[in-house]
């Protein structure tokens, strides 16, 4: 009944111009309100992993005396920071080397290029990409290709026999590895 | 019959919808539109089997990133029609993205996105877009070891934007680690919200469609002027227009079948997407590579100069989005008939021409080092023992052949080292050995005398025009005096300290006496700790 008047009122003119903007201008407020209530609360879902930071945590590798001197190895280990669903898909990769009695180095599999996987070559001592052809040295220095910046390294210890490496990200750009 | 109708009427009454559905099967379409026209309704076709087998498949298909690959072997393997359903569904795709072009190549060349039909185009522009990324999230959606560095590979791609291209990055695979949470949005993007958006901007497209109509075939002298353009349509219409069902839809129809029928004969004969390694990113035997209808971006990014590659990685999408957008904006009026619009027809030449040769290289990927390339045999060496069988095993062993080709064996990374002989003094060779070059690494450091005395050896025999042959040659090894070793040996090497270069017939190497001699090389081979 109320709104049938209304209408009335708004076909013949009578109701005040100023009313009608306001009403119109608070209907797109609500329908605002409504959408943003339901979905901030969306968005920061959906952005939430961005700003997720890896734990960082040591994972064993394998006992000291596997490795021998000089030696480049690929080892793999569970990323600690792995979903439970994550399958083969949690697994890491690394190239580790021994280089002294308790000193390893450990290379990060991706390329600085795109990422791609490095594999090592223990002839000539490099290692190749299979994407675009990037070639690094045995000290992860760019011999070759468009990699832009040496192979990233794991931080590695030995604790109790057992040789560590600290999880990390998938290197993404220069500067997030310098952090 | 009777009830039919009278149904029909009822239905009509309460929703409208019978006489609109009525009104636009009939609607005149301009006469002239004949077999160039089937292109549009053809795509619509793909899309619409792409929804229904990706429904079907979706019942079996698992968007877990530990269970993905699992479900994807067991739908191929094992389910009943399954490898034929995802066959259909690959095949689908692949069509799509080919009808896709030839429509939009069509609608190009005849000059049909002038007045008014500009936003038909802004909109098919949107569809191709996100039919690529359909196409795109589709591969990843496979999870195998490809689609996971696919993804990385993004990431990093997606990691050179400037300011936020980590974020970025992050955003994109849901973490900072490719993962369950990249495939959970893959799954998300590919089954829900490029959906939606494909379906709203077809519903958006078909309505431009019968708003503007189809665009009449062009005529040579007679341009589009948007004063008098739509008057005129509505009089051609008028006058001459025929039923768009069944005139139009018929020859519609007859295309689509036959589109039909060759996906799945594709589907039956060829099958799906083989799939690759388990998706474990501790695998390195990995080779990524997108499906075909990327190779050419692929092609791109490996071959660009590489100081480019950042702008280029992300100016390209850049660019291209913001041509297409463009192109109805620009030109909105004038000839439509490609015979006057010569700049547009070599346009399409030239891109489409790049393209292809684009694809044709990353079909090649002469760029990727073969690390598993088959090593020389003693019929190509020329020999079967002696220094320079023994140089060619170093060329085996040391990695040369993955990047150098042989006699048809080994890489193309680099050049082609048949007839380097005729090339390269041994002098020359030694210095790029030892030195390195432009993309090729310093072999100096991991060389011993013996070893590169043999190489070069070797590498003398190989002679088109000369007259030493391998065993000729072995026989009568020069005696050169010893190298104290290491990477410096250039300086102990009498004569000359650094040869130099015939520029003919060493096109490679033109920079590398300028490159090589100065301190720096030097210092960077001497001052590199081996690490190991």
């Known amino acids: ?179 | 019959m009777k009830p039919l109708k009278k149904l029909l009427q009822w239905l009509d009454d309460r929703t409208g919808l019978v006489k609109l559905i009525e009104a636009i099967a009939v609607h005149p379409a301009a006469p002239g539109v004949k077999w160039k026209y089937v292109f549009g309704s053809a795509v619509l076709t793909t899309f619409i089997m792409q929804v229904v087998t990706g429904i079907a498949l979706l019942t079996t298909y698992v968007s877990s990133s530990g269970s993905a690959y699992e479900s994807l072997q067991y739908i191929t393997h094992k389910a009943p029609l399954g490898a034929f359903l995802r066959g259909m569904h690959y095949w689908g795709a692949s069509m799509m993205v080919v009808l896709l072009t030839i429509h939009f190549l069509r609608v190009f060349l005849m000059g049909s996105f002038k007045f008014p039909r500009e936003l038909n185009w802004i909109s098919g522009v949107l569809l191709m877009a996100t039919t690529a990324a359909m196409a795109f999230c589709g591969q990843i959606m496979r999870w195998d070891q490809n689609a996971v560095f696919g993804m990385v590979v993004v990431a990093r791609m997606a990691g050179h934007v400037p300011l936020i291209g980590t974020w970025l990055a992050h955003f994109i695979i849901g973490g900072d680690v490719v993962g369950s949470y990249t495939l959970s949005r893959i799954f998300d993007l590919h089954v829900f919200v490029l959906p939606i958006l494909l379906a709203s901007l077809v519903g958006l497209h078909l309505h431009l469609v019968l708003r503007n109509g189809v665009s009449e075939p062009p005529v040579p002298g007679r341009g589009v002027d948007p004063a008098t353009y739509r008057s005129d349509y509505r009089d051609m219409l008028r006058k001459e227009g025929v039923p768009f069902w069944p005139t139009v839809v018929l020859r519609d129809f007859v295309f689509a079948l036959g589109v039909v029928l060759v996906v799945l004969l594709l589907a039956w004969v060829v099958g799906p997407a083989e799939l690759d390694n388990p998706p474990d990113p501790s695998l390195i035997n990995a080779r990524p590579r997108p499906d075909w209808y990327f190779w050419w971006l692929f092609a791109l990014l490996a071959l660009l100069p590489h100081a480019l590659e950042n702008y280029f990685m992300v100016l390209t999408p850049l660019v291209i989005g913001l041509v297409l957008f463009s192109v109805p904006l620009v030109s909105n009026r004038g000839e439509r008939h490609p015979a006057r619009r010569p700049l547009a027809v070599a346009a399409v030449v030239f891109i489409f021409s790049g393209i292809a040769a684009l694809t044709v290289a990353g079909w090649n990927e002469n760029w990727s080092p073969r690390v598993n390339a088959s090593p020389l045999t003693a019929d190509i060496i020329g020999a079967s023992s002696g220094p320079v069988y023994e140089g060619a095993m170093v060329f085996n062993k040391m990695g040369c052949l993955f990047c150098h080709t042989i006699e048809g064996h080994g890489g193309k990374r680099g050049p082609d080292l048949t007839w380097i002989a005729d090339q390269l003094t041994r002098d020359q060779l030694t210095l790029r050995i030892m030195n390195g070059a432009y993309n090729m690494p310093v072999f100096g450091r991991v060389l011993s005398t013996a070893q590169t005395e043999d190489l070069l050896d070797f590498l003398s025999t190989r002679k088109k025009f000369g007259f030493a042959t391998g065993k000729q040659q072995s026989a009568v090894r020069p005696s050169r005096p010893p190298h104290p070793g290491g990477i410096d040996r250039g300086r102990a090497r009498p004569g000359p300290r650094w040869p130099t270069i015939p520029l003919a017939g060493a096109g490679f190497g033109r920079r590398c006496p300028a490159a090589h001699a100065s301190p720096e090389m030097v210092q960077r081979q001497g001052s590199s700790p081996p690490a190991g």
């Not at chain 1, 992993?49 to 001197?69: D, I, L």
């Not at chain 1, 792995?82 to 450990?106: C, L, M, Y």
């Not at chain 1, 931080?155 to 220069?174: A, D, F, K, M, N």
Request: aromatic share 8%.
């Open chain 1, 1 to 179: 009944m109320k709104i049938d008047d209304n209408n009335r009122a708004g076909r013949s003119g009578a109701e005040d111009p100023g009313r009608r903007r306001f009403l119109v201008r608070l209907s797109v407020a609500v329908g605002s309100l409504i959408a943003t209530m339901a979905g901030l609360p969306v968005i920061g879902y959906i952005l939430l992993p961005v700003s997720r930071k890896m734990h960082r945590q040591w994972v064993s590798v394998g006992p000291a005396e596997r490795f021998t001197v000089g030696d480049t190895v690929l080892v793999s280990f569970e990323n600690p920071s792995a979903t439970p669903w994550a399958g083969v898909t949690g697994k890491t990769g690394a190239w580790v080397r021994r280089v002294g009695d308790s000193n390893f180095i450990a290379f990060v599999l991706n390329c600085s290029h795109l990422g791609c996987p490095v594999r090592w070559e223990a002839s000539p001592k490099l290692f190749f990409c299979p994407c675009h052809g990037s070639v690094y040295y045995e000290d992860g220095t760019v011999a070759a290709g468009p990699a832009p910046f040496p192979l990233q390294r794991f931080q590695v210890r030995v604790r109790g026999g057992q040789v560590e490496l600290e999880s990390r990200p998938i290197p993404i750009t220069e500067a997030t590895e310098r952090e």
